[in-house]
């Protein structure tokens, strides 16, 4: 299975800051990356699905960029309901694994 | 609007099986992939399988192989996960959740809630 890694595993950050979370891939996986949000007690939801597109309904603040092996999730101006714990998943070949997840929090 | 709403809380015995509802509504049901995906306390989420809900062929994890199947009811525009020979191991959330496009693309466009299996004796 490719193995799919986050960093950090949690960050603390203020509204309004820029934020930026890695994912990288054991192998490449083309654009085959996609980014979820989710919060406690909730299912995921997704953001970003082929690396870098905006699934419908979402804010714009929200990017994502990459290719092969090294992927970015970003949150261009933090706000109070991103703070959640962010995955991101390849979607590339089976088991389209996910990555451990980054929380975000209030700093 | 895409719904999926899922059956409510178990609680089994260690060997018992489960089995999980999943309702879809607000779109073809016959036209898409439904994912079953699972998350333990302190684990990560981790993909069992998939079933299309057209033809009905499916596909599971290599981990999951020979416990799960994922069924379908066209009629009631529902998907059914059943696991068997449970351990206290599969304690976990398990969610439904359609692909995010008819041609397939194992990418979870829409969650079910979840539903909380607790294996204990």
């Known amino acids: 299975d490719i193995q799919m890694t986050q960093s950090p595993s949690s960050l603390s950050a203020s509204v309004g800051d820029r934020v930026t979370i890695t994912c990288r891939a054991s192998?490449?996986?083309?654009?085959?990356l996609n980014w979820y949000q989710q919060k406690p007690g909730k299912a995921p939801q997704l953001l970003i699905y082929a690396a870098s597109s905006l699934q419908s309904g979402v804010p714009s603040r929200f990017s994502g960029s990459g290719s092969g092996t090294d992927f970015t999730l970003t949150i261009s101006s933090l706000q109070p309901e991103d703070f959640a714990t962010y995955y991101c998943?390849?979607?590339?070949?089976?088991?389209?694994?996910f990555g451990q997840g980054t929380k975000v929090e209030i700093k | 609007q895409v719904q999926l709403v899922q059956s409510g809380a178990e609680v089994k015995k260690p060997g018992a099986s489960v089995k999980v509802s999943c309702k879809a509504s607000g779109y073809r049901f016959t036209s898409y992939v439904m994912h079953w995906v699972r998350q333990a306390p302190g684990q990560r989420l981790e993909w069992m399988g998939w079933?299309?809900?057209?033809?009905?062929?499916?596909k599971y994890s290599q981990k999951f192989q020979g416990r799960v199947t994922i069924t379908r009811d066209t009629s009631a525009s529902t998907a059914y996960m059943e696991l068997s020979s449970l351990r206290s191991e599969d304690t976990a959330v398990y969610h439904c959740?359609?692909?995010?496009?008819?041609?397939?693309?194992?990418?979870?466009?829409?969650w079910g809630q979840g539903t909380l299996v607790t294996v204990s004796s």
């Open positions: 959740a359609r692909d995010l496009l008819p041609s397939g693309s194992y990418t979870y466009g829409y």
């Open positions: 192998q490449s996986i083309s654009n085959y």
């Open positions: 079933i299309n809900a057209g033809t009905g062929n499916t």
């Open positions: 998943q390849q979607s590339y070949t089976t088991s389209y694994t």
